[in-house]
C-alpha cells in the first residue's frame, strides 16, 4: 500500500527552528515535495528532493534520504506568518502525487 | 497571470442533485489534477489528466466523472450528489506530473 507519516501538530516560538519529519511508503518514487497550506487559502508549493541531499530556500530547507523513505522540512527563524499547515507529497508516479495528512505548525510569540 | 481558476467558490447542492466544478490554467501545462481535501484527511487524489486526451482514476473516484475538454480545462461531475462529497476541491496541473503543482483556490462544497 501507500502512506506518508508526518507529525499531526507542532508548535515551536517565533525565532526558533522547527523540524518537520515525514516517511513514506509507495509503490513508486519520483521525488519528494513539500507544500504550504494557510487556512482558508490553496497550498502552494514549497520544495521538492529528487535526490538525497538538503536543499535550501531562504528560511526554509528540505531533507531526502531515500534509502531510509524519510525527509524533513526544516523553518529556520520561525515568523509568525509561518503558522499554516505543511504537507509532505511524493511521487509515486511520473504523473502524480500522494499527500500525506499534514502537520499543523503553530507559532507562537 | 491567472494560474489556476475554478469555478463556483462555493455550491450547496441537495441530495441527488448533480453539478460540474470548472477548472482552467493558462500555464500551457500538461497534466491536471482534482484533489478533494477532508478535515484531517489531507489532500487525496480523486481524477488526474496526464495529458490532453487521457484521465485515470485517483485514490477516490467513486461517485464522480471527469472531461479533459482541451488543453486548459478540466472539469469534474458529481452526477448524484451525496453528503459524504460534502468537501473542499482543489484543481491543480503541473508541467512535469510529480512536482510544482498549482492549486486553484477550490471549490467549497456542502451537500445536505
Not at chain 1, 531515500?66 to 509532505?88: H, I, P, T, V, W
Not at chain 1, 507529497?89 to 500522494?98: H, P
Not at chain 2, 478535515?39 to 480523486?46: F, N, V
Amino acid at each position: 500500500g501507500q502512506s506518508l507519516e508526518q507529525p499531526s501538530e507542532v508548535t515551536a516560538v517565533e525565532g526558533a527552528i522547527v523540524q518537520i519529519n515525514c516517511t513514506y511508503q509507495t509503490s513508486g518514487f519520483y521525488g519528494l515535495s513539500w507544500y504550504q497550506q494557510h487556512d482558508g487559502g490553496a497550498p502552494t508549493f514549497l520544495s521538492y528532493n529528487g535526490l538525497d541531499g538538503l536543499e535550501e530556500t531562504g528560511r526554509f530547507s528540505s531533507f531526502l534520504s531515500r534509502s531510509d523513505s524519510y525527509g524533513y522540512l526544516l523553518l529556520q527563524e520561525l515568523q509568525m506568518k509561518d503558522s499554516a499547515s505543511y504537507f509532505c507529497a511524493v511521487g509515486d508516479s511520473s504523473y502524480k502525487l500522494i499527500f500525506g495528512s499534514g502537520t499543523r505548525l503553530l507559532v507562537r510569540p | 497571470n491567472a494560474g489556476v481558476t475554478q469555478t463556483p467558490k462555493f455550491q450547496v447542492l441537495k441530495t441527488g442533485q448533480s453539478m460540474t466544478l470548472q477548472c482552467a490554467q493558462d500555464m500551457n501545462h500538461n497534466s491536471m489534477y482534482w484533489y478533494r481535501q477532508d478535515p484531517g484527511m489531507g489532500l487525496r487524489l480523486i481524477y488526474y489528466s496526464a495529458s490532453e486526451g487521457t484521465t485515470d482514476k485517483g485514490e477516490v473516484p467513486n461517485g464522480y466523472n471527469v472531461s479533459r475538454l482541451n488543453k486548459r480545462e478540466f472539469s469534474l461531475r458529481l452526477e448524484s450528489a451525496a453528503p459524504s462529497q460534502t468537501s473542499v476541491y482543489f484543481c491543480a496541473s503541473s508541467e512535469r506530473g510529480y512536482y510544482g503543482y498549482t492549486f486553484g483556490s477550490g471549490t467549497r462544497l456542502t451537500v445536505v
